[in-house]
């Protein structure tokens, strides 16, 4: 199995212009997450989805879409880019979905995103 | 008042040290907790979960204090391996949404 897959590694964009960043995991899990981590924040949850076309929004979900067509995709889309954006984008899924907790995520390698 | 919080460190110990790190959570109702390990410039990776009984493994012990709301992690006799920043995670009843905290940094020093 080749886990949580992340694309791009790395990326440097101007101010509004748009990107997706792609996330896969080949384990059939339910439950898939977008987190950014930034200096002295920790991981702030973007959005989650507890199963195919079913998304909601986390902590910090301004700026960004995402959509869950299969089980196995969930990629981040940033609408229009801002340097507050600047971070280190993790991806991660779990077995649970609707399940009563989360329990145990892994976790991609992470996007590592500059906004000019 | 965070709903997840940690000391940032960094914790500076020698080798063959015992090392404590507490994190306390704000929300009553939470219910299931983890410590992860993350590595710099890494993804984070589990550690452990933490029961209520409190559960060990090897040189790491867990415990959990519902009553004063915190979570703690103890580390034994210290490697130079075990350095890395220590996120505590908390996740609430019936909801999907899951919390980290900063993290403390461990460096385990020869």
């Known amino acids: 199995n080749a886990g949580v897959t992340q694309t791009p590694k790395f990326q440097v964009l101007k101010t509004g212009q748009s990107m997706t960043l792609q996330c896969a995991q080949d384990?059939?899990?339910?439950?898939m997450s977008w987190y950014r981590q930034d200096p002295g924040m920790g991981l702030r949850l973007i959005h989650y989805?507890?199963?195919?076309?079913?998304?909601d929004q986390g902590e910090v979900p301004n700026g960004y879409n995402v959509s869950r067509s299969t089980t196995e995709d969930f990629p981040l889309r940033l609408l229009s880019a801002a340097p507050s954006q600047t971070s280190v984008y993790f991806c991660?899924?779990?077995?649970?979905?609707?399940?009563?907790?989360?329990?145990?995520?892994?976790f991609g390698p992470g996007t590592r995103l500059t906004v000019l | 008042r965070k709903e997840v919080e940690q000391d940032p460190g960094p914790f500076n110990v020698p080798e063959g040290a015992t090392v404590a790190f507490n994190c306390t959570y704000s929300n009553s109702a939470s219910q299931s907790f983890f410590w992860y390990r993350q590595d710099c410039r890494k993804e984070p990776k589990l550690l452990m979960s933490?029961?209520?009984s409190g559960n060990e493994d090897g040189r790491f012990t867990a415990q959990l204090n519902r009553a004063s709301q915190y979570i703690s992690l103890l580390i034994r006799d210290s490697k130079l391996s075990d350095s890395a920043t220590y996120l505590c995670v908390v996740n609430i009843l019936f909801s999907q949404k899951v919390t980290f905290g900063t993290g403390t940094k461990l460096q385990v020093i020869p």
């Open positions: 989805s507890v199963g195919a076309g079913i998304t």
């Open positions: 991660a899924s779990s077995p649970s979905g609707r399940a009563i907790s989360i329990n145990e995520q892994f």
């Open positions: 933490v029961y209520s």
């Open positions: 384990m059939n899990h339910e439950y």
